[in-house]
């Protein structure tokens, strides 16, 4: 077991540029989930999967905003025309039957910067 | 509609002196609660949670927290402080199996 995985773990982007994240679960967990932590804050839901389906999307998740988890394991996450209030620390979390429904795992983060 | 309020943005004990970081919440449901650390930069690690069964709750590092319904609180301790525990600390709630999470507190621990 080797924890969940994010790359990368850090983006410098120039306003209006496209991003994309990358997010490993542990990999027997059928649920991925996104969160989104700006400074001093808690983290803030975006999204949840559950093998390839995506449940639930924040309102936090506007339509520049789009998940997916095509088999069922990595998960991407894409930021189209991104702003300066993008920059945040997106994190990954995973989670499994055995541990109990709602027991989530998170990764390193990647870290948005918007120029 | 659920929440978790985390009285205390910082914190500053001793190294050795108890900690005792707090954490109320509201939920229409038996929740289920979690603490999590963070050091600078990095991710959220698990310390500890409570689902059901015993309310008080032992987690890594020597921290433990108390589920108390009566009084919605689920406040995370620890006797003795070690320079190692300065990170921020975040207490969840899980509502449809996603967490909502306070602000956070920042330990600082001096010598």
């Known amino acids: 077991d080797t924890g969940v995985s994010q790359n990368p773990r850090h983006k410098i982007t120039k306003r209006g540029q496209n991003v994309t994240f990358r997010c490993d679960p542990i990999s027997e967990h059928n649920r991925l989930y996104w969160y989104r932590q700006t400074l001093g804050q808690g983290p803030e839901f975006l999204t949840y999967?559950?093998?390839?389906?995506?449940?639930?999307k924040s309102r936090l998740l506007s339509d520049r905003f789009s998940a997916e988890r095509p088999k069922g394991s990595f998960s991407t996450l894409e930021i189209q025309r991104t702003e300066q209030g993008d920059s945040a620390m997106y994190l990954c979390?995973?989670?499994?039957?055995?541990?109990?429904?709602?027991?989530?795992?998170f990764g390193p983060g990647t870290r948005l910067t918007v120029l | 509609a659920q929440s978790v309020t985390q009285l205390g943005s910082h914190v500053s004990v001793s190294e050795g002196a108890l900690v005792l970081l707090r954490c109320n919440y509201s939920?229409?449901?038996?929740?289920?609660l979690f603490w999590y650390v963070q050091y600078p930069n990095q991710g959220l690690q698990l310390l500890l949670k409570?689902?059901?069964?015993?309310?008080l709750v032992k987690g890594i590092n020597g921290f433990e927290a108390e589920f108390k319904k009566s009084e919605t609180s689920f406040h995370l301790t620890k006797p003795s402080a070690h320079m190692s525990d300065a990170a921020e600390y975040f207490c969840?709630?899980?509502?449809?199996?996603?967490?909502?999470f306070g602000a956070g507190t920042r330990l600082a621990v001096h010598p």
């Open positions: 939920s229409s449901v038996p929740p289920y």
């Open positions: 409570y689902t059901t069964g015993a309310t």
């Open positions: 999967f559950q093998n390839e389906a995506q449940l639930e």
């Open positions: 979390a995973s989670g499994g039957r055995r541990e109990g429904a709602s027991t989530q795992y």
């Open positions: 969840a709630v899980s509502v449809d199996n996603k967490l909502i």
